[in-house]
């Protein structure tokens, strides 16, 4: 059987263990399932009338895959939450649509509601992949939203709605800021599956597309890097 020197990593996040085969390797290989436990954290963060504050997460060597939409390391889907102080190393969120390390979505049933703030994330190697609404943080934002403080070391790939650290701001008269944020990847590919259709094109180092609103998206104080592989057109 295993002992806790087969799991052991490091101190700072001492075990990895794939919890669906019961053994020590966290990228299985000729399995079909992802090595996460219910979205690493939660399927659903601070979703109704309840809040939701997840902070000091390490997360090595994981990965999601799945057919659905809303999926990412710490959540699939979330509102009315605080998410900080995140470390991602070497993984991978493979997803339909609404994918991001971080999480899927940020949505709400109740018209109104405020956002997410998440903020101090550094994502470091790795991927997310998805067919739209894809960002190294979160895939997509529709309520007032904060993004700050977050670096992202990792491929952003898709369809359409692609970007290095949002995917898509929507939503009319919904205020969202992304700001003091590093979009570090070699590659935040997007590939048209509709040529012709400009909405197919939308892809950002940074943000990918924001919809018309009402209200003025902040977008702020951002890097990204130069040489970027941005698009992937077919």
Known sequence: GLTANDVFINNKVPFGFDYADGDSEVFPINTDHGTHVAGIIAGYAGTGNVEAHIKNINILNSQIISTKEHSGLVCGRTTESVIENVYIENSKVDAKRYAGFVAGCDAAPKKNTYGTIIRNVTVKGGS???????????????????????????????????????????????????????????????????????????????????RKSEAPYTFMNCVYKAGVQFQDYT
């Open 128 to 210: 997310v992949k998805g067919t739209q609404q894809v960002g190294g943080i979160i895939g997509m934002i529709e309520h007032p939203s904060t993004i700050e403080n977050c670096c992202v070391v990792a491929d952003v790939l898709g369809d359409f709605g692609i970007g290095g650290i949002l995917g898509r701001a929507s939503g009319a008269d919904r205020l969202t800021t992304v700001k003091i944020c590093i979009a570090w990847s070699d590659k935040v590919m997007c590939s048209a599956v509709a040529p012709g259709t400009f909405d197919h094109y939308s892809s950002g180092t940074v943000v990918g597309t924001a």
